[in-house]
């Protein structure tokens, strides 16, 4: 441990409302979750923030529950939940499949669905599942809830709308009509975080989205527009290759992510276009 | 704060940030837990906490208040597993293989050898190539 731990400061609510009265009047705090991203940062002495909000109590928080139609997903709920869950299994299978890939199941025991979009990482395994789902993400404070549809959502590079005061209480999503598909490359199955990560749905129009290919998670809404028009899969990845910004990092170069991304992008296609989709 | 460690109620005086495996190891004087990469990656600190498999580095000890805590220690010197390792020759330089046994009781009974391989990929092994690892968790279960 790099921090001097008995400097940081860790503020315990007894609620949801107690921790947005928190947010409201003893901020500026860095909510705290599962924190298995967040503790990385405090272990290595690389993050500023010194005032913490403990979430990690806050049980209503876990609940995934279907409302009407749409599958609501507490902000609390564990990767591991994800996966036991009969609800996310049927509706959004490749939500499960994508919280199977993240880290290895210690990190899946404590790592959380809300922590995952508030983190707001390019990498972030779940957020190209939401941004096909097209979810809502529930951002609550003290006096409002606002829902904020996913595509709106990041702003930049780690950057979102949510305000200080407001924490993210649950994802909602609605029904998907058509096969889901998720890939994720990288170094090893498990513990590697992504190189490229791919989630789409073959629908009445397709919706396509990728990881780690741009400053935050994105929508290829030309290649979709141009698929779902009937073009051919030359015109697709051409227009793929225009729509995503890869670099080169520790992690992968740019050539190699547009390569992959390439392929990833037809086989997807390939694997989705039988009668039985 | 309070928890349950190894089936005794401990109250402690930390800091709530402060890294479970370093109350463990520093506070509680329990030196099974190791440190390997802290940061989550090798799984050497591995713990239980309410019977599910956590990195110790990873968890502020404020979010263990009330929770079972199990580490090592907590499985007395003769535990199945302990003893398939053993005879498996599952341990080299024996720094995984707290978290290895550890993770490994959370398997439940008879796991297929997938299951153990998905189970045991948070836990790192630079030593014995994994496959004793397997056969001893084979063994024991």
Known sequence: MRTAVSRLELLQPRSLQHALRMLRDEGPLTPLAGATDLYVAVNFGTLDSTRFLNLWGLEPLRRITLCGDTLRIGALATYTSLIRSRLVRQRLPILARAALEVGGVQIQNRGTLGGNVANASPAGDTLPVLAVAEAVVVLRSVDRERRVPFAEFYTGYRQTVRRPDELIVGLEIPPVEGRQWFRKVGTRAAQAISKVVIAAVRGSSPRIALGSVAPTVIRLSQVEHALGAGAGMDEAVHRLDQDIQPIDDLRSTADYRRDVAGNLLQRFWAETGGLSS | ?141
Do not use: W
């Not at chain 2, 720094?95 to 290895?100: E, L």
């Not at chain 2, 299951?115 to 190539?129: H, M, P, V």
């Open chain 2, 1 to 141: 704060m309070r928890f349950t460690l190894n089936a005794r109620e401990v109250e402690l005086n930390v800091a709530p940030l402060a890294r479970l495996l370093d109350v463990l190891r520093e506070d509680c004087g329990l030196t099974g837990t190791k440190e390997g990469c802290g940061e989550g990656e090798c799984g050497a600190c591995t713990v239980l906490v309410d019977g599910e498999a956590v990195c110790a580095c990873l968890v502020p000890v404020a979010q263990v208040e009330g929770a079972e805590v199990v580490t090592i220690e907590g499985l007395g010197d003769d535990h199945p597993l302990q003893r398939a390792f053993m005879d498996e020759v599952g341990a080299q330089c024996g720094i995984c293989t707290p978290g290895m046994i550890l993770t490994a009781i959370t398997l439940g009974p008879r796991p297929s050898l997938a299951k153990i391989r998905r189970g045991l990929a948070g836990n790192l092994c630079r030593c014995t190539g994994y496959e004793a690892i397997y056969r001893a968790i084979h063994r024991a279960s």
